[in-house]
T-cell receptor, first 113, second 114 residues
Framework: GENVEQHPSTLSVQEGDSAVIKCTYSDSASNYFPWYKQELGKGPQLIIDIRSNVGEKKDQRIAVTLNKTAKHFSLHITETQPEDSAVYFCAAEMDTGRRALTFGSGTRLQVQP | NAGVTQTPKFQVLKTGQSMTLQCAQDMNHNSMYWYRQDPGMGLRLIYYSASEGTTDKGEVPNGYNVSRLNKREFSLRLESAAPSQTSVYFC?????????????FGSGTQLSVL
């Protein structure tokens, strides 16, 4: 099955700095890569996603890049704000008709004011 | 619009006890899921239901059973709870949107098995 590794497990940045979280996946058949944000006491929420036929996608201060050859993808947050503090999860899914995301282990991002 | 509602929010069980976690969604989604979240291990899929009347095992199904009661409701049952089942449980439903299947999660059930 698919295996998704996520780094770092914790990340602390100053407000206004950029943050980068990286994930690698094992199965070259995976072709959908979403990122979820989980705030304290809540369930995860989708923030951005990308399919394998696209190399980069941006949505305001967040962007995701995908390198299919190297089987890794990254989340970039620019001009970080205290409300970006949360746990972020990457995930991968194979388009086999059997819907099942495999999640990474999560990154706790702390933005220091 | 409530989205995905899970009950209870907290539960403490003794080893060997049974309980059912309830989940309901009001978004008319076909697919529903149960995940567990453990420190350092992300979210792992227990069971999912692609549509009313169907269920499939996920990555960690042992010790659990599920019922897709109707399109809205998907319950998770622990028949004989074990300390290894101490975890936070999330129910989710999904819809195909944009690049792929977008999951909507409930707020979770924190379960402790003593």
């Amino acid at each position: 099955g698919e295996n998704v590794e996520q780094h770092p497990s914790t990340l602390s940045v100053q407000e206004g700095d950029s943050a980068v979280i990286k994930c690698t996946y094992s199965d070259s058949a995976s072709n959908y890569f979403p990122w979820y944000k989980q705030e304290l006491g809540k369930g995860p929420q989708l923030i951005i996603d990308i399919r394998s036929n696209v190399g980069e996608k941006k949505d305001q201060r967040i962007a995701v890049t995908l390198n299919k050859t190297a089987k890794h993808f990254s989340l970039h947050i620019t001009e970080t704000q205290p409300e970006d503090s949360a746990v972020y999860f990457c995930a991968a899914e194979m388009d086999t008709g059997r819907r099942a995301l495999t999640f990474g282990s999560g990154t706790r991002l702390q933005v220091q004011p | 619009n409530a989205g995905v509602t899970q009950t209870p929010k907290f539960q403490v069980l003794k080893t060997g006890q049974s309980m059912t976690l309830q989940c309901a969604q009001d978004m008319n989604h076909n697919s529903m899921y149960w995940y567990r979240q453990d420190p350092g291990m992300g979210l792992r899929l227990i069971y999912y239901s692609a549509s009313e009347g169907t269920t499939d095992k996920g990555e960690v199904p042992n010790g659990y059973n599920v019922s897709r009661l109707n399109k809205r409701e998907f319950s998770l049952r622990l028949e004989s709870a074990a300390p290894s089942q101490t975890s936070v449980y999330f129910c989710a439903s999904s819809v195909l949107q944009g690049a792929g299947e977008k999951l909507f999660f409930g707020s979770g059930t924190q379960l402790s098995v003593l």
